[in-house]
C-alpha cells in the first residue's frame, strides 16, 4: 500500500501534462486572421535536370563452320542470334533462300547485336566466273537496313591472288600423289585436263614420275576461309622417259587464256578425256566383253566410270544437245551433238540439270546430268561414248583436233612469260628431292 500511495502523485502529474500538450495544439491549428497571415512571396529557384542516355547496342562479329547437317536456325543459334524474323526472312526472300542449300565446311560470318539480332550475315558462293579466275568471287548478304528491314543481296569481292609451288613424286595415282602433297582436287583435275590429251593418267603413269606445278591461290580480303584454288599457270611432267609441260597465257586482254607447250602448240582439245573429275574406269572399250547382267559376250563400245551417284558429269567439247530422255538399256540419256560429224552419249544417269532439253548450246566442262543407275546397270556409274560420223570409238584412244598454235608475235610474249615459270618449275623440283635426301 505504501508502494501504490507514493505512485500517485507521479500519474496525475503525466496527466497534466498530456492534458497541457493538448491545449497547445488547439492552440497552434487555430485560424489567424485574413490580415495577420505574410504577404505572398514568388520564389525562384535553379533545379539541376539529370537524365542518363541509354546504352548503345552493342554488335558483335561472330564466325562459325557449317557442320553437316546444319539448318539456318541451328546455324543462327550457334553464332548467338536469337532472331525468328530472320529464319523467316531467308525462308521467303527469293535471293536469301540460297543459303537453305549451304554446304558444310564453309564459314559464315555474322554481326550480331546485344538483343540477339542479326543485323549482317555473309556466306561464300564461290568464285563469280566458271572457272573462278576472274579475280571476284560472289557473296550472298542479308543485312538489316536504315528502317531496320532485312534485305538480301548478292555482291562480288574482290579477292587476292597467291601463287603456290609444288613438286611430288608418282607412287600410284595422279591424286595420291597430290593428295598427299596437299595440292587441292581441283588442281589435279585440270592437271589431268591439260595434259590428257597426251597422257593416258589411268593407264600410262609409272611409279617415279614427277609432276611439278605452279597454281594460284584465292582468298578474300575479309574472309576466314582458307585460301582456294585458282587456275594452273605452269606445269611439268616426265612419265615413262617423256617429258611434258604446259604454260597458261593469252593472246590478248580479252582472251580467257590456253595452255601451250614450251614451243607453242596449243594443248587445248576440242574435247576432254574425261566426263567425270576424280572417276575411276571401271570397264573399258572392249570387243567382247562379258555383260555383268546377262552373263554374255557382247561388244562394250564405250568406256564406263565408276562414282557415287548424284556425281556431277561434264559435257566433253561445245555442241548441242541432240536428245535427252529414256532409252531402254541406257536408262536416262543426253546425246550430245558436236562440229565435225562427233557425238557423245552420256547415260544411266539419274537426272539432268534443270532446264536441259534438245537444242540447247552446251560448252566443254558445263555439268549436264548426274550419276546415276537406270537402264541396265548392276551399280551408279556413267557410261560414255565418243562416236565418229555415228560409230563408237574409244574416246581414250583417239586423237583429238587441237587447237591453232602461236603466231610468231604471241610466241615472243609467250617465251618471256614461261621463262620465269620454268625458273620457279626447278626451284621447286630442286627442292623437293633435297627434302628427301
Do not use: C
Amino acid at each position: 500500500m505504501n508502494k501504490s500511495f507514493a505512485l500517485r502523485p507521479v500519474s496525475l502529474a503525466v496527466a497534466a501534462v498530456f492534458a497541457l500538450g493538448a491545449a497547445v495544439t488547439a492552440f497552434g491549428v487555430a485560424p489567424l486572421p485574413q490580415a495577420q497571415l505574410p504577404a505572398a512571396q514568388t520564389v525562384h529557384e535553379v533545379v539541376e535536370f539529370r537524365y542518363e542516355v541509354a546504352a548503345p547496342v552493342e554488335r558483335v562479329i561472330q564466325s562459325d563452320r557449317i557442320r553437316r547437317g546444319d539448318t539456318v536456325s541451328s546455324l543462327a543459334g550457334r553464332l548467338g542470334a536469337t532472331d525468328p524474323d530472320f529464319t523467316r526472312f531467308v525462308a521467303s526472300d527469293k535471293v536469301a533462300r540460297k543459303l537453305l542449300r549451304f554446304q558444310a565446311g564453309r564459314i559464315v560470318q555474322a554481326e550480331i547485336d546485344s538483343m540477339g539480332l542479326v543485323q549482317r550475315f555473309h556466306y561464300p558462293l564461290g568464285a563469280s566466273d566458271a572457272d573462278g579466275i576472274d579475280g571476284k568471287s560472289l557473296r550472298l548478304t542479308v543485312r538489316r537496313n536504315a528502317a531496320g528491314a532485312l534485305e538480301a543481296l548478292e555482291e562480288q569481292v574482290a579477292v587476292s591472288r597467291n601463287v603456290e609451288m609444288r613438286s611430288v613424286e608418282i607412287t600410284s595415282s595422279l591424286f595420291a600423289a597430290t593428295n598427299d602433297a596437299g595440292i587441292p582436287d581441283s588442281i589435279a583435275s585440270q592437271v589431268a585436263d591439260i595434259l590428257g590429251g597426251e597422257i593416258d593418267f589411268q593407264r600410262d603413269l609409272r611409279v617415279g614420275d614427277r609432276l611439278s606445278i605452279v597454281y594460284e591461290t584465292l582468298q578474300e580480303a575479309d574472309s576466314l576461309e582458307a585460301p582456294s584454288a585458282g587456275r594452273v599457270l605452269a606445269v611439268e611432267m616426265s612419265n615413262n622417259g617423256h617429258f611434258y609441260d604446259a604454260f597458261h597465257f593469252a593472246r590478248s586482254g580479252d582472251d580467257a587464256g590456253s595452255y601451250y607447250s614450251s614451243d607453242g602448240k596449243s594443248l587445248k582439245k576440242s574435247f576432254l578425256r574425261y566426263p567425270i573429275e576424280f572417276a575411276r574406269i571401271s570397264s573399258r572399250f572392249s570387243n567382247a566383253r562379258t555383260h555383268p547382267l546377262f552373263g554374255t559376250k557382247r561388244p562394250h563400245r564405250g568406256v564406263d566410270f565408276a562414282a557415287a551417284r548424284g556425281t556431277r558429269v561434264r559435257v566433253t567439247g561445245d555442241g548441242s544437245v541432240d536428245f535427252a530422255g529414256v532409252i531402254r538399256g541406257y536408262g536416262n540419256v543426253i546425246k550430245v551433238r558436236h562440229p565435225n560429224n562427233f557425238t557423245t552419249v552420256y547415260a544411266h544417269l539419274n537426272g539432268f540439270v534443270r532446264g536441259l532439253r534438245r537444242g540447247n548450246k552446251v560448252h566443254q566442262g558445263d555439268v549436264i546430268g548426274f550419276v546415276g543407275q537406270t537402264g541396265w546397270a548392276t551399280g551408279p556409274h556413267l557410261h560414255y561414248e565418243f562416236q565418229v560420223n555415228g560409230i563408237q570409238s574409244n574416246p581414250l584412244k583417239i586423237a583429238l583436233p587441237s587447237g591453232r598454235p602461236l603466231d610468231a608475235d604471241a610466241l615472243a610474249r609467250f617465251k618471256s612469260l614461261t621463262s620465269g615459270y620454268k625458273t620457279e618449275l626447278a626451284r621447286t623440283e630442286i627442292a623437293q628431292v633435297a627434302s628427301f635426301e
